[in-house]
């Protein structure tokens, strides 16, 4: 079946550091592939995606490649702020597979500390 | 944002009692799903439509039921409480369930099963 493998966390960082959150996985055929972000008391919000090999998603400074030859889509983020604390999931959605919606990996919890 | 709106945003409820959470959304989208959120396992789908009538079961159906007489309503019922449906469940939507295309979520339902 499709799955998706991230780091958990929390992970800890200073402002103004530089961010990288694993994310890898396991899916058939061509997905598409996501980071959303959750605010404290709020719901999931799209960051970014990437719906084919070498795409590059960015949005508010973060980026991501979809790598098909390591199954990767890393977040990053050159310098963050204490406001991008939060926590981000690696998402994907199969071909084919829209019905079903997405699959999620664990969750990695930010914190920024100023 | 997108119209989603879900009720209630909190409810505490006791064990063996029926509980509805109701997913209403504002953008007639076709497909709309209720997932669960919980630490250690992020997202999991519960269950899911493709159109008025028409459901299917997600990841972790067992206890749950959902009905869409309309297009804009989901409804997500606990026949019969547990503690471990103790969660916050959020709905999403999509508008043609293509791979490529991402789902916008409600702001969440925290519940919990005293």
């Known amino acids: 079946g499709n799955s998706v493998t991230q780091m958990e966390g929390p992970v800890t960082l200073s402002e103004e550091a530089f961010l990288t959150i694993n994310c890898t996985y396991t899916?058939?055929?061509?997905?598409?592939l996501f980071w959303y972000v959750q605010y404290p008391g709020e719901g999931l919000q799209l960051l970014l995606k990437?719906?084919?090999?070498?795409d590059k998603g960015s949005n508010k400074g973060f980026e991501a490649t979809y790598r098909k030859e390591t199954t990767s889509f890393h977040l990053e983020k050159g310098s963050v702020q204490v406001s991008d604390s939060a926590v981000y999931f690696c998402?994907?959605?199969?071909?084919?597979?829209?019905?079903?919606?997405?699959?999620f990996g664990k969750g990695t919890h930010l914190i920024i500390q100023p | 944002d997108a119209g989603i709106t879900q009720s209630p945003r909190h409810k505490v409820t006791e064990t063996g009692t029926p509980v509805t959470l109701r997913c209403h959304q504002t953008?007639?989208?076709?497909?709309m799903y209720w997932y669960r959120q919980d630490p250690g396992h992020g997202l999991r789908l519960i269950h899911y439509?493709?159109?008025?009538?028409?459901?299917d079961k997600g990841e972790v159906s067992d206890g749950y039921s959902v009905s869409r007489s309309k297009t804009e309503d989901f409804l997500l019922t606990l026949e019969s409480a547990t503690s471990s449906q103790t969660s916050v469940y959020f709905c999403?939507?999509?508008?043609?369930?293509?791979?490529?295309?991402?789902?916008?979520f409600g702001s969440g339902t925290q519940l919990s099963v005293l």
């Open positions: 999403a939507i999509s508008e043609q369930g293509a791979t490529n295309e991402k789902l916008f």
């Open positions: 899916a058939t055929g061509y997905p598409s």
């Open positions: 990437a719906t084919k090999a070498d």
């Open positions: 998402a994907l959605r199969a071909t084919g597979g829209g019905a079903d919606g997405l699959t």
């Open positions: 953008e007639n989208h076709r497909y």
């Open positions: 439509s493709y159109g008025v009538k028409d459901t």
